[in-house]
C-alpha cells in the first residue's frame, strides 16, 4: 500500500479485494482509470495475471475466468485519500 500513498492518487480510487480461486486466496487490485490492467496477486504477493482493463478492457489473457470463477469477496483496503 505504500507504493500507492507514494503516488498520486487514483480517481476512482485504488481497491483491494480477496477472493478465493482455484483454491486459493488471491488478491485483486483494482485499476485507478482508463486502459490500466487491474492486478491478480497469489497470497505470497506474486503477480498471477491482470484479470481486466488494458486497451480491451480483457486483461492479458491470462485468466479469463476469474470473474466467473472467484468467490468469497472481501474488500481488503480502498485508498481512503
Known sequence: MKAHFEAKKANPPIQV???Q????T????TAG???QFSNLYAADGKLLCHPDGGLTGKGDGQCTDFTKARTEEQLVWKDPR
Not at 480461486?21 to 486459493?24: E, I, N, P, Q
Not at 488471491?26 to 487490485?29: A, G, S
Open 17 to 19: 479485494y480477496s477472493y
Open 26 to 29: 488471491v488478491y485483486y487490485e
Open 33 to 35: 482509470c482508463c486502459d
Open 21 to 24: 480461486y482455484k483454491g486459493a
